[in-house]
């Protein structure tokens, strides 16, 4: 009977994107090779693909990430535009906390600095993404989809789901959007319902941000 050997790494086209599964056990400097060569031999599969790229398997800091993201575009003319992985709720080992940014600038968007995700599309109800740093939808976010973000969400359309700022603790981070009328908004671990507005009222481009504990809603 023959023996059935596990993968270093396997690569699963799907709807929404690409999915590279590895194996959590084999060192990454044998991922990162066997990666580059299968990529390499599927060239074909990468054109015209999605540019979400899922890694799953295992958890990966964020040079490891990147290690692989530069092994992916070096090898095929893929454009990859969003990233989602495993590793999102997981610190850096040499951190105690997640970063804190003071500004002294008012509560008009603020300051935040941190690695942006860009996802061209709109999100249907039961999709989600997730991302370490802010988040960019160019897109509708639908109801039953979410954004979850360490850092800042801002949505180029309408915003109807939910969206979760700041996830690891940061109450600096804000969500916005050119309609905003989601169905939760949370900034850190404080949550909040935005009221429908009107019906005979346009909509306008808004943002939610946190001031003394609590989540304002206000125009851009």
């Known amino acids: 009977m023959a023996l059935s050997v596990k993968q270093p790494v396997m690569i699963k086209g ?10 959590d056990a084999v060192d990454f400097e044998i991922l990162k090779e066997n990666l580059r060569q299968k990529v390499a031999r599927g060239k074909r599969f990468f054109e015209g693909a999605n540019s979400t790229v899922s890694f799953r398997g295992r958890d990966l800091s964020e040079s490891e990430e990147q290690n692989l993201i530069d092994i ?9 535009t969003f990233l989602q992985s495993e590793g999102f709720n997981k610190k850096n080992p040499a951190e105690d906390s997640p970063p804190k940014i003071a500004s002294q600038a008012p509560p008009r968007l603020g300051y935040y600095e941190s690695n942006t995700a860009y996802y061209k599309g709109g ?6 993404i997730k991302y370490d740093g802010s988040v960019v939808i160019m897109g509708d976010v639908n109801p039953g ?3 979850v973000s360490g850092g ?3 949505v180029l359309g309408a915003l109807k789901g939910m969206a979760h700022a700041g996830a690891h603790g940061d109450s600096s981070c804000h969500i916005a959007a050119l309609d905003l009328k989601p169905t939760q908004v949370r900034i ?8 429908a507005p009107p019906k005979d009222k346009k909509s306008s481009p808004a943002y939610a941000y946190i001031k003394d504990g609590q989540v304002f809603v206000a125009p851009l």
């Open 188 to 195: 850190a671990d404080t949550i909040s319902y935005v009221p």
């Open 145 to 147: 989809s979410e954004v």
């Open 123 to 128: 999100l249907r109800s039961g999709q989600s």
């Open 14 to 23: 799907q709807l929404d994107g690409i999915n590279i599964i590895f194996d």
């Open 152 to 154: 800042n969400v801002i």
């Open 72 to 80: 992916i575009v070096e090898e095929t003319n893929l454009d990859v």
